[in-house]
T-cell receptor, first 115, second 115 residues
Framework: DTAVSQTPKYLVTQMGNDKSIKCEQN?????MYWYKQDSKKFLKIMFS???????INETVPNRFSPKSPDKAHLNLHINSLELGDSAVYFC??????????????FGPGTRLLVL | DQQVKQNSPSLSVQEGRISILNCDYT??????FLWYKKYPAEGPTFLIS?????DKNEDGRFTVFLNKSAKHLSLHIVPSQPGDSAVYFC??????????????FGTGTLLAVQP
């Protein structure tokens, strides 16, 4: 029974297209995150939501728009895809925001390739 | 500006011997450190953590050491097993901007344990 799941696992698309990645967690956590792992294997936070509210918004192009319909879901929509968007995108969750030192649980990742 | 650095991209160790993975950080506001383990095509999974009020934390075969004055931490795995072969990420967080759940990751070290 997967705790944090992402769909799709692989995504190959053309430059200029719009695509979405979905994330769901069944852990009952309040906080969810999106991370990007680039070609240099650097894992960097993009967004964090707590109870459907945006908490962290790193310096990410506004072509990236997260959406949280409920606290168990955090989707990532990307407009006008560029070659540099090719990366692995990881979703994660943790129990509560503002409580120190909580472990984050990661999904399996979505491998996006923009041609 | 890479605040968490893992200078060894890879490490090869014989089964049964000790594996030592190193991590350096630059931000003196970091006060909690974590190690994550990642297998191919999976998301990172939490392994062990340490608070800055400690200099050592042990969990079975895994021990993390923290040297605050040197801004250095290390993960020791004894004895190493082939199933430990994975990428190990060091991560740090701290009380900056109130975002205590924001993790800053290193670039990872690929550990290969030879049978």
């Amino acid at each position: 029974d997967t705790a944090v799941s992402q769909t799709p696992k692989y995504l190959v698309t053309q430059m200029g297209n719009d695509k979405s990645i979905k994330c769901e967690q069944n852990l009952g956590h309040d906080t969810m995150y999106w991370y990007k792992q680039d070609s240099k294997k650097f894992l960097k936070i993009m967004f964090s939501y707590n109870n459907k509210e945006l908490i962290i918004n790193e310096t990410v192009p506004n072509r990236f728009s997260p959406k949280s319909p409920d606290k168990a879901h955090l989707n990532l929509h990307i407009n006008s895809l560029e070659l540099g968007d090719s990366a692995v995108y990881f979703c994660a969750s943790s129990p509560r925001w503002g409580v120190d030192r909580e472990t984050q649980y990661f999904g399996p990742g979505t491998r996006l390739l923009v041609l | 500006d890479q605040q968490v650095k893992q200078n060894s991209p890879s490490l090869s160790v014989q089964e049964g011997r000790i594996s030592i993975l190193n991590c350096d950080y630059t931000n003196s506001m970091f006060d909690y450190f974590l190690w994550y383990k990642k297998y191919p095509a999976e998301g990172p999974t939490f392994l062990i953590s340490i608070s800055s009020i400690k200099d050592k934390n042990e969990d079975g075969r895994f021990t993390v050491f923290l040297n605050k004055s040197a801004k250095h931490l290390s993960l020791h795995i004894v004895p190493s097993q082939p199933g430990d072969s994975a990428v190990y990420f060091c991560a740090a967080t701290g009380h900056y901007g109130g975002a205590t759940n924001k993790l800053i990751f290193g670039t990872g070290t690929l550990l290969a344990v030879q049978p």
